[in-house]
């Protein structure tokens, strides 16, 4: 909860001191900087450990942004994470910085997931449907995940709609175990 509203506050913060032309690069530099935490663990260690000062940080960082295309003014949000010992905020940064690009835009992130890959008219169907429902533009995902029974599992914000078989049952078994 903490991490969450100090992630919130960084990326309000930086949202508001960019100019309109620079917040979709931000937006991927952070994404990719916060991904590439989450699968390096080599990177991880570079920025939690103290074997390495705070200008080594600042340039690993620096020189993976600037492959992601990142903004002159992203640097000097990078080089203050790294002097305020926040950089292992990124990845959350990172997905509260997307919240407020998409709110500004008016558009609603959806991850669908799916036992089985959806052919292309299906998911034009289903994102024209999101959009007359939802009355906004949409951004949806869509992802194959194997282990659900059958039917689609989707996630609109903090919401999500769950029509798969797996899911029913564990809504019977809660109703049945229920004293």
């Known amino acids: 909860m903490i991490k969450t509203a100090v992630a919130r506050r960084y990326a309000q913060a930086l949202f508001e001191l960019l100019e309109q032309s620079q917040i979709e690069a931000t937006r991927i530099t952070l994404q990719g900087l916060g991904q590439a935490l989450k699968d390096s663990s080599s990177l991880r260690h570079v920025v939690a450990s103290p074997a390495f000062g705070v200008g080594e940080k600042i340039a690993v960082l620096i020189e993976l942004g600037e492959r992601l295309g990142c903004p002159p003014s992203c640097k000097a949000f990078i080089q203050q994470l790294v002097k305020k010992n926040r ?3 990124i990845p959350e940064i990172a ?3 997307s919240k407020l690009v998409d709110r500004s835009k008016g558009t609603q992130q959806v991850t669908i997931l799916s036992t089985a890959s959806l052919p292309q008219t299906e998911q034009e169907r289903i994102t024209a449907r999101l959009r007359e429902t939802l009355k906004q533009n949409v951004d949806v ?4 995940e194997p282990s659900q029974l059958a039917g689609l599992q989707i996630h609109i914000g903090s919401t999500v709609v769950d029509s798969t078989v797996r899911g029913r049952l564990n809504s019977m078994r809660a109703v049945l175990t229920r004293d």
Request: charged share 10%; no cysteine; aromatic share 30%.
């Open 87 to 89: 950089v292992g905020f």
């Open 141 to 144: 995902t869509f992802h194959v």
């Open 95 to 97: 997905q509260e910085f």
